[in-house]
């Protein structure tokens, strides 16, 4: 995912990165300016002198934000007012480039701030996120309700044709014009005035449910007193619980986490029915009752989208989304969804029916009372049905993927056979975090492209899930190299010196976010607000799912799939029955998705008059998905509305469909490597000349055309998936 792949810092701020970009080299050298200078010594009042600009992250303290916030709001408004103001005619470098310029200090402090909230937050933070969310919003309108500023870019883009303008900057002026007015610039002066309130509401909101979600998990984490109810885990596993309830006080007991995902994974391995059914109730009740109930918060968030979508002149929220992403129309994503819930859910209950056999030998084999099957019960008798056919055993595999040599020897070589990209440790920078890694990246050429920064395992103060962003922003204008970190929530052994073993899932998942990477480090782009992973949900997944492949290609997976302790190689008739069997839950996983995001569209295809009140979102959400054909009591929704970050906080709103939108490109992509020739160097340069590093230099659409040769087929995704 990126964050959860829009950077929190530039969604606050709708043009994105036009008027919150990086600074230019220019500006180090030069004096700083009046707001700068008068943070004295702050870490964030002038440009980072570490490689890369990476912040210094061992500088900042919790009380240097807010101070930083406010000059950096001031010195924007300042600059944004003499662009405005300036007496001579608009042109593009006066106006368009000068924006871009702009909000270097409120830069600096959003990248950091945003990025650490989600991975390495503490109650301080928390509590600065919630102040200054509508604060950063107002901000934002001010710059873009400006009337002024408007009338200056309006002006450019009628005269669009005639500024002889090369195309990259000539997509900059069209995508600042085009924010302007979604973002409001267009509207009555008394509209502007709700639209703020609006949008500073908005704020508050998204940003009090995702904490919410935040404590809540952190609160539901299951306590267990005996080691024998974790019956399945691993004795690392275990170690791994024990070590996290003596972190919380809780001597002598076991601690399992949740993640952000209504089915826990741990709930695949687990013998203890009763625990199971603890966890997933424990999973599903978040953010449902207390000081942290979402269900208000929920009612608040789409009261004020389908308002806001209204004042601007679109039937619903999804309308006003959609619009500007590469499926255009929600009618477009209702066709690709419904098109395949269908097939999904069959799969699904075929899948079901194999289970509940299991279920029914197993109680047979035991002289035991059967039961029917419950969501609780899906992975773990899942994994038996795929054991007995396919003679499968996760377990048996794991010690093949131990995670340094997965990511050098898998990531970082399939970057190097493709690109011809090399990684090399820097030791002598240091994150947030000292198990943070750094990675210097360079070209084949040998200069340098940026930094990589690795954050994988899970942690109290870290949000669930798995995201890439950027600390700086790929742009030649700027002189700024990307500064990129990938985020995981693996398991940390209590002990170092002990292995991290991922399961195949987890493998995929750490290509899926290194391709988000990839699609930073190898931008090549002018300009900040085009670069890299800036470009809409349903296009920004399509080169990190398209980036997973390679977890499966022989000549990858011999390089990287070595057992831990012997180096012997992951025997191929091993490998294969990974990939039959995960064809096997693929109903299951299909369906879940499916129905989170047929969830989200029906949040957001709705006008005012159909916003539920609070004590109606429960309502709201079963009708949706019954609607949607989706049998709850079957396969439940991979996120359920109280915790689904994506919808209601992550910048996803009625875009959560973008997965399934983006791996089409994704699967089409693997079938064009296929038929040239696979993992070579010519293929790699193609798709980073095409794709990777052009941002949104052209809209999706016309890159993907461009790169592929041919219109979207959805038939390589269905064969992928094994749902044809």
């Not at 424990?282 to 009612?299: E, H, K, L, M």
């Not at 590469?326 to 098109?339: D, F, Q």
């Not at 949607?628 to 509305?641: C, E, K, T």
Request: proline share 5%; glycine share 6%; net charge negative.
């Amino acid at each position: 995912m990126r964050s959860d792949l829009l950077s929190r810092s530039l969604r606050l701020l709708p043009v994105a990165a036009a008027l919150s970009c990086v600074f230019t080299l220019a500006h180090a050298a030069a004096a700083l300016t009046p707001e700068a200078a008068s943070l004295h010594g702050n870490p964030f009042a002038a440009p980072s002198t570490l490689p890369f600009q990476l912040p210094p992250f061992q500088r900042i303290h919790d009380a240097d934000y807010a101070p930083a916030f406010n000059a950096g709001m001031a010195e924007q408004l300042r600059e944004v007012n003499a662009i405005a103001n300036n007496p001579q005619p608009a042109t593009f470098d006066n106006t368009i480039v000068a924006l871009e310029r702009s909000g270097a200090l409120l830069n600096r402090v959003n990248k950091v701030f945003f990025n650490l909230t989600v991975s390495n937050t503490d109650a301080r933070m928390s509590e600065l996120e919630e102040e200054y969310a509508p604060k950063l919003a107002a901000h934002s309108d001010a710059i873009q309700l400006n009337a002024k500023l408007f009338a200056r870019v309006d002006a450019l883009y009628q005269r669009r044709d005639t500024l002889h303008l090369d195309p990259e900057s000539l997509q900059l002026l069209k995508r600042t014009h085009i924010g302007f007015v979604r973002a409001g610039a267009r509207l009555s002066a008394t509209e502007q005035a709700r639209l703020r309130e609006i949008n500073a509401k908005l704020a508050s909101a998204t940003t009090r449910f995702r904490l919410n979600v935040l404590k809540s998990t952190e609160e539901h984490a299951v306590v267990v007193d005996n080691a024998a109810e974790l019956d399945g885990m691993t004795p690392a596993s275990i170690q791994a619980a024990a070590a996290a309830a003596q972190a919380r006080g809780l001597q002598g007991k076991y601690l399992i986490p949740l993640q952000n995902t209504t089915v826990q994974p741990v709930l695949g391995v687990l013998t203890n029915r009763a625990l199971r059914e603890r966890i997933y109730k424990a999973s599903v009740s978040r953010a449902t009752s207390g000081a942290t109930d979402n269900q208000p918060v929920i009612a608040e968030i789409i009261q004020l989208r389908t308002e806001r979508a209204r004042l601007l002149g679109y039937a619903t929220p999804a309308n006003y989304v959609i619009e500007d992403y590469a499926a255009a129309t929600p009618e477009a994503v209702n066709r690709i969804l419904s098109g395949v819930v269908p097939v999904a859910v069959a799969a699904a209950q075929h899948e079901a029916a194999d289970i509940q056999q299991a279920i029914d030998a197993e109680a047979a084999a035991k002289h035991t009372e059967s039961f029917k099957l419950k969501p609780w019960d899906w992975d773990l008798y899942a994994e038996q049905v795929r054991k007995a056919r396919y003679s499968f055993d996760e377990a048996a595999v794991k010690p093949y993927f131990e995670l340094n040599r997965v990511l050098v020897d898998g990531a970082f070589f399939t970057a190097h056979q493709l690109f011809g990209l090399s990684f090399k440790e820097r030791h002598d920078l240091h994150a947030y975090r000292d198990d943070v890694r750094i990675f210097e990246v360079r070209d084949a050429d040998g200069s340098v492209l940026g930094l990589f920064l690795a954050d994988f395992f899970a942690r109290d103060n870290k949000q669930g899930g798995a995201w890439m962003n950027t600390y700086v922003d790929q742009s030649e204008l700027l002189g700024s190299k990307p500064v990129v970190v990938n985020n995981l929530n693996l398991v940390k052994p209590a002990n170092a010196s002990d292995p991290v073993l991922l399961s195949f899932d987890e493998v995929t998942t750490l290509f899926h976010e290194f391709g988000h990477g990839l699609h930073g480090l190898l931008s090549k782009t002018k300009y900040a607000s085009l670069s890299g992973t800036g470009v809409p949900p349903d296009f920004a997944e399509y080169p990190s799912q398209y980036n997973e492949m390679w977890a499966r290609e022989p000549a990858v997976l011999a390089h990287f799939a070595r057992h831990y302790q012997t180096g012997e190689a992951l025997p191929e008739a091993l490998f294969k029955k990974v990939l039959e069997a995960q064809k096997f839950n693929r109903g299951f996983e299909t369906t879940s998705y499916l129905a989170s995001a047929l969830l989200d569209q029906s949040w957001h295809q709705i006008g005012p008059d159909q916003a539920p009140k609070a004590d109606q979102v429960e309502a709201f959400e079963t009708a949706a998905l019954a609607h949607a054909g989706m049998d709850q009591n079957l396969v439940p929704s991979r996120y359920y509305s109280p915790y689904f970050l994506h919808a209601f906080s992550g910048g996803y709103d009625s875009g959560y469909y973008a997965y399934f939108w983006s791996e089409v490109l994704a699967r089409d992509t693997g079938k064009w490597f296929h038929t040239h020739g696979g993992l070579s160097r010519a293929n790699g340069d193609y798709l980073r000349a095409k794709i990777l590093s052009r941002g949104r230099t052209m809209e999706p659409q016309q890159l993907f055309e461009e790169f592929y040769g041919a219109q979207p087929d959805i038939e390589p995704l269905l064969e992928y998936r094994g749902l044809k």
